[in-house]
């Protein structure tokens, strides 16, 4: 059943101001609501949290507040210096197996509606993968020491 609200009655339309006509077609702006509504008032309580913080925080400020933090000693070295190409190989490891996962868990979730085809792509995709990760430890990548 339809809703009443933008019916024509006798060639005269009941639509209110809030709706738009596409195509024939009634649309109630009045459906956006709950979200205006929930990104106001998450807008409202992110300036409150932030002002409150603000005015009530302590503001004691000392020398070793001002310092820079890094890793919870001072820094010893220039922030300039090299790093060791193991800590990228790492890193695009780390990318290449999580974007694996982020493949296989849709994959999995919808394995029964899509067939063999998709069982061998994925077959190949994961044997790829056990190559490349064959290679790597093959050329001693993952050894730190």
């Not at 738009?20 to 807008?43: C, Q, W």
Request: contains cysteine; glycine residues 8%; aromatic residues 16%.
């Amino acid at each position: 059943m339809k809703p009443l609200s933008g019916f024509s009655f006798f060639g005269v339309s009941t639509a209110t101001p809030y709706q738009r006509n596409l195509g024939g077609k009634h649309m109630d702006l009045s459906e956006y609501l709950p979200v205006l509504l929930f990104l106001g008032i998450a807008t409202i309580i992110g300036v409150a949290l932030l002002t409150i913080g603000t005015v009530l925080g302590p503001k004691r400020a000392s020398v070793e507040k001002a310092a820079p933090y890094e890793c919870g000693f001072p820094a010893f070295e220039d922030a300039r210096m090299k790093f060791d190409v193991r800590y990228y190989l790492m890193a695009i490891l780390f990318i290449v197996f999580d974007l694996e996962i982020a493949f296989i868990l849709p994959w999995s979730v919808v394995f029964r509606d899509i067939g063999v085809i998709a069982m061998v792509e994925m077959a190949m995709f994961i044997g790829l993968l056990v190559v490349g990760f064959v290679y790597v430890w093959k050329k001693g990548a993952l050894e730190w020491e």
